[in-house]
């Protein structure tokens, strides 16, 4: 049993800055890669940044310098710092893990339930 919850998320004026966080909970023997995603009514649910347990990141080209995303693998939990949000930012964004739940597993994603954010002009 895995569960990832977030919170955060909210409304803001184009130019803001708003910030998510996600805590991944239960039986969890490693966490390869956390991040985030996003989706909007009509398409399909697109990454927006990720870590590995590394550090290593990668970001989808339209939030390249604009956004941050970090994690604390003591504490399981992934953040994303967003600035100069535009409006088409707007979106619902979940929180992802690769986990392996045992040392000799394979790694299953897990997501969460899914946080608004909403940017206005």
């Known amino acids: 049993q895995v569960h990832l919850v977030e919170s955060g998320g909210g409304s803001v004026q184009a130019g803001g800055s708003l910030s998510v966080s996600c805590a991944a909970s239960g039986s969890i023997f490693s966490i390869n890669v956390m991040g985030w995603y996003r989706q909007v009514p009509g398409k399909q649910r697109d990454v927006v940044a990720a870590?590995?347990?590394?550090?290593?990141?990668n970001y989808a080209d339209s939030v390249k310098g604009r956004f941050t995303v970090s994690r604390d693998n003591v504490k399981n939990t992934v953040d994303l710092q967003m600035s100069s949000l535009k409006p088409e930012d707007t979106a619902v964004y979940y929180c992802?893990?690769?986990?392996?739940?045992?040392?000799?597993?394979?790694?299953?994603?897990?997501w969460g339930q899914g946080t608004q954010v909403t940017v206005s002009s």
């Open positions: 992802y893990a690769l986990i392996a739940r045992t040392y000799d597993s394979i790694p299953d994603d897990y």
């Open positions: 870590i590995t347990s590394g550090g290593r990141t």
